[in-house]
């Protein structure tokens, strides 16, 4: 059993930039650092999800380069394993220009193999006289193997092969929701500080996506901020809660040079997890630790549908499982009552279930903050006493309407990310 110290290092972390080019860098990154010469090309496999995921987003640093290539080719100028999913925090214009030269010569490659799928990226980079090579599977930051022409480097224990954060989600796989979520009680002081640390970040990109002297993306919570007038402040905190989530969303899908603390694998599901209870704790006038608190279920809740479906799914899993974490936490923060929490999750699941995941990109905003503000509109719902029957995928609890979306996401949506792809590659045709 793990404690909630544990949850929150390998399940809420922070990370620069989208989290699928982050692994893409980090596995470059990793095999370079083997290497003892300069590296002569680059060849990277990445599942299905992890190319969809991250062939149009925007990479931290570059000025509004895109992609899995330039973050692969970045990860050979300036990448340092040791930063995890900030891989590319040291990069500077220098190592922009040096990986357009890579790029330009044809010698990165990123292509996608269509039998795999979840979190897998196998990065291959040969120099004069040595290949190295290193495996990530299962988690973003989980590599399993590193490998020098031969000879194995690294190779993670069999038992642990998809790393200390996957099998953390299989624990919470086979837990309860209500025994999940009370380990919020077990906090200290370390982990409230940690979790209002994600705030603080979360809170500083956003602000970063309202700076009226840049553009961000598609600019969407700077636009809704603008036209919402007195709405804004009032006590109806739905504009609020959607700008500043779509904010943070726009501001990191174009690159912007600042972490956002993640959540369950996803730096848009920890802004969406993170950012609508925040504000609405803050409304409420909520304490320092009942904050903390009630953020820290959001990102249990999280964890719960995302250990069910898997890391990357063909379903938008920032308004999905992070729209139900948030709807939960806002639900339990004024209440404390773990079942009402459940209820505001199965609003959420019957409103955006059917949402997909096209590939993470400039609309991913839109989805970011559509999930927030439903989760917002979810928890009133619960307040006012309204809770859905079982109807269509949503069931008499949460663990049976989290297996029905699992039902429908695994079988019934199992080619979508097959025909996203073949969109995608036709655009570049």
Known sequence: MFTIKEFLKCEVKPALGCTEPGAVALAVARAKEELPEAVESVAVIVSDSVYKNGVDVGIPGTQGLRGNNVAAALAVRCGRSEYGLEVLKDCAEEDVARAMEMLGKGAVKVVPDMNRHGVYVEATLRSAKHAAICRIEGAHTNIVEVVLDDAIRFSAAPAKSSGQAKNISEEIARMGFSELVSMVDMMDEEDIAYVLEGVEMNMTIAEYGFDRSRTTGLDIGKTIRKHSGAGFDSD????????????????????APLPVMSSA?????????????????????????ETAKAIAFSHLATSYVKSRTGRLTPTCGCTVAAGAGAAAAMVYLKTKDIA????????????????????????????????????????????DGHYPEPQGLVDETIEKTVNNMVQVSIHGMRD????????????FD
């Open 236 to 255: 109806d905190l739905s504009l609020k809660i959607k700008s500043f989530a779509a904010a943070a969303s726009d501001a990191r899908m174009s690159g």
């Open 340 to 383: 009402k929490a459940a209820q505001a999750m199965l609003i959420i699941l019957g409103n955006l279930v059917g949402m997909v995941c096209d590939g993470a990109k400039d609309t991913c905003a839109l989805k970011v903050g559509t999930g927030a503000l439903e989760a917002y509109h979810a928890a009133l719902l619960v307040f």
């Open 265 to 289: 694998g996803s730096g848009n599901h920890g802004v969406t997890a993170i950012l609508p209870v925040a504000i609405f704790a803050a409304h409420e006038g909520a304490g320092r630790e």
């Open 416 to 427: 979508l990310d097959r025909a996203i792809i073949d969109v995608i590659a036709h655009r």
